[in-house]
């Protein structure tokens, strides 16, 4: 697939107004949306399906990368600066060849009756959510080959 067309494909975002104090209960709650989602997504066969999630407690109009270097071997951790608010999570999803507003919308349905919290989505495009979520989250975990 070149990358114009890349840029363009449909990914939607699940999102719910559920805050969180700390990070570790955010990370928890991170952690359990993710294999729920695998789950899902194993269960009824969406094999094209990939999805990303991460955690942030930064504004995303004065989020900043920064990049902390040790001096010792390996990747610079990555520091987000910004204006704090509360622990929140991203979750972006999109599918490859079945319609991936019929899959955001099933799992939609199923995360309410899982968490007994309304869950909402919203379209956009991969061009978007993708620099968006790398540029705001502290932690992200990606499943499939959809957002690399």
Request: charged share 30%; glycine share 4%; with cysteine.
């Amino acid at each position: 697939m070149s990358e114009t067309n890349r840029r363009d494909l449909p990914v939607y975002t699940l999102f719910n107004s559920r805050k969180f104090e700390s990070f570790d209960d955010c990370y928890k709650e991170m952690d359990n949306l993710y294999h729920m989602i695998m789950n899902f997504i194993k269960k009824n066969d969406y094999n094209d399906a990939s999805f990303i999630i991460g955690i942030s407690n930064i504004d995303s109009k004065t989020a900043k990368i920064s990049y902390i270097r040790t001096g010792k071997r390996g990747r610079p951790r990555k520091e987000v600066l910004g204006e704090k608010i509360e622990w929140h999570i991203h979750l972006y999803v999109m599918c490859n060849k079945t319609s991936v507003s019929t899959f955001s919308n099933e799992l939609r349905l199923y995360l309410q009756k899982k968490k007994h919290t309304q869950f909402k989505q919203k379209k956009n495009t991969l061009d978007v959510a993708l620099p968006y979520v790398e540029k705001q989250c502290r932690y992200i975990r990606r499943y499939g080959s959809g957002f690399n």
